[in-house]
């Protein structure tokens, strides 16, 4: 897929480039808006991290994560926002593979420190890899109850049919795995495009793991 330099703001819907995203989130009246409305509590430690994949720059996502939430929470997010088909196994690592891993109970707050980056591997054969970083973080009170806040995600990189040109809303995976295609294709021509061993085209969505395994798109929001 082609690369996609921007992302919108899931809090008011400002688009702007994966670089000044933060700093947009950092001004955002809406962002303002939400903390100084947030329920009264005991302050922690929240962390803003930066969600890469691995292979494709033009997916990424900004979370805001409880200081006290553990990786395991972190993995849950991502299989179902991004990457769950099968049941895979995972791990994160510093490193990637050959790295060192890092247990799924330890704590957010524990794990990033002085600019750490882990590697998240979701499935140990056909892998996503997905790099995870700090890119700032607050003291105060959560905006949720859910342990991680969307604060921001890339858009849906642009991909054209295959067989005409228009904007492509289906994959065909035979022609990705076997026939050295994109396989990408309209709503008009994913009509008449079956294949045998691959089942019908599927509906492109916002990830990195489309084409992969079984993948077939994300839970149900929220996540």
């Known amino acids: 897929m082609p690369k996609s330099a921007k992302g919108r703001c899931t809090l008011c819907a400002h688009e702007t480039t994966k670089g000044v995203m933060v700093k947009h989130l950092a001004n955002c ?17 929240l962390i803003h991290l930066r969600v890469q994949d691995g292979y494709q720059n033009a997916f990424w996502l900004d979370v805001e994560v409880r200081g006290t939430a553990t990786l395991r929470e972190i993995d849950s997010y991502l299989r179902r926002i991004w990457l769950e088909c099968c049941g895979h196994m ?46 700032g973080s607050r003291h105060g009170t959560p905006v949720s109850r859910q342990p991680i806040v969307l604060l921001s995600r890339n858009l849906a990189p642009e991909t054209s ?22 396989g ?10 079956p294949h045998d061993d691959y089942g019908q085209p599927i509906e492109i969505v916002n990830s990195p793991r489309m084409g992969l395994c079984g993948y077939d798109g994300p839970a149900d929001p929220p996540y």
Request: aromatic residues 6%.
């Open 29 to 45: 009246p809406r962002r303002q808006e939400q903390l100084a409305n947030a329920a009264s509590g005991k302050p922690q430690t």
């Open 184 to 193: 990408t294709l309209c709503t008009q021509h994913a009509k008449s495009h």
């Open 90 to 135: 995972s791990k994160f690592t510093v490193g990637g593979w050959g790295g060192r891993d890092v247990a799924q109970s330890r704590r957010v707050d524990a794990v990033f420190t002085d600019d750490v980056e882990l590697i998240h591997i979701y499935d140990f054969g056909t892998e996503s890899i997905t790099r995870i970083k700090t890119v």
């Open 161 to 182: 049919c295959v067989e005409c040109d228009e904007p492509a809303s289906h994959l065909c995976r035979e022609c990705q795995s076997e026939w050295d295609s994109p």
